[in-house]
């Protein structure tokens, strides 16, 4: 009995330490997640050929970057549109042109950012793009940043990067799963290297 009573402490114990290192691992992951990415700057810009909005969440990115291309003086603004087909927000933006302005509206493929980058570089070079501003929000600027230069959608031109301007209000656990879910996503997208 007492030897029984041993071992079922010693696996009590050992999952209790598996948890907590799983626990710290997570912590960790997040809160370098948070240094890394909640810092991630704008850059200046001042003008672009087109302006690139990355697929996401809903929040604004369309009308910030249709109203930014307009600002810039833009020729196009390409919307990503990984939606699913009727998508009411997509179907109130994605006019041919609005102001003078070409938009154009194209799912990626694959769906990923990666994707979103490979997009860029045909639709740049088919239509000349030396410079564009690619439209995201804050907390994916850092990898999007990274997966766009690995793919150099912009031979001898300019890639530069503006997150979407507006608040996230989330709970502790979403900004936790959201940071882990970057890193981990930043890590993946190491090991894939450039773009074909």
């Known amino acids: 009995m007492a030897v029984q009573q041993r071992k079922s402490r010693g696996v009590a114990r050992v999952l209790a330490i598996a948890a907590t290192l799983v626990v710290t691992l997570v912590a960790a992951v997040g809160a370098l997640g948070a240094f890394a990415l909640t810092r991630a700057p704008d850059d200046a810009v001042s003008h672009a050929d087109a302006v690139i909005v990355l697929g996401g969440e809903h929040d604004g990115r369309e009308v910030f970057g249709i109203g930014l291309a307009k600002r810039l003086s833009a020729r196009a603004v390409l919307l990503s549109d990984p939606y699913r087909p009727g998508d009411p927000v997509m179907h109130t933006?994605?006019?041919?042109?609005?102001?003078?302005?070409?938009?154009?509206?194209?799912?990626?493929?694959?769906?990923?950012?990666?994707?979103?980058?490979?997009?860029?570089?045909?639709?740049?070079?088919?239509?000349?793009?030396?410079?564009?501003?690619?439209?995201?929000?804050?907390?994916?600027?850092?990898?999007?940043?990274?997966?766009?230069?690995?793919?150099?959608?912009?031979?001898?031109?300019?890639?530069?990067?503006?997150?979407?301007?507006?608040?996230?209000?989330?709970?502790?656990?979403?900004?936790?799963?959201?940071?882990?879910?970057?890193?981990?996503?930043?890590?993946?997208?190491?090991?894939?290297?450039?773009?074909?």
Do not use: N
């Open 93 to 196: 933006v994605c006019p041919a042109r609005q102001d003078g302005l070409d938009v154009i509206c194209q799912a990626p493929t694959p769906q990923t950012t990666r994707g979103e980058a490979q997009m860029v570089k045909r639709l740049a070079a088919g239509h000349g793009w030396h410079r564009i501003v690619v439209v995201t929000w804050q907390y994916h600027l850092v990898r999007a940043r990274y997966i766009f230069s690995r793919c150099e959608p912009i031979e001898g031109g300019t890639v530069d990067f503006v997150a979407v301007q507006r608040p996230y209000d989330l709970s502790v656990a979403a900004w936790q799963y959201l940071f882990f879910y970057q890193v981990v996503s930043l890590g993946k997208a190491a090991l894939q290297g450039g773009c074909p």
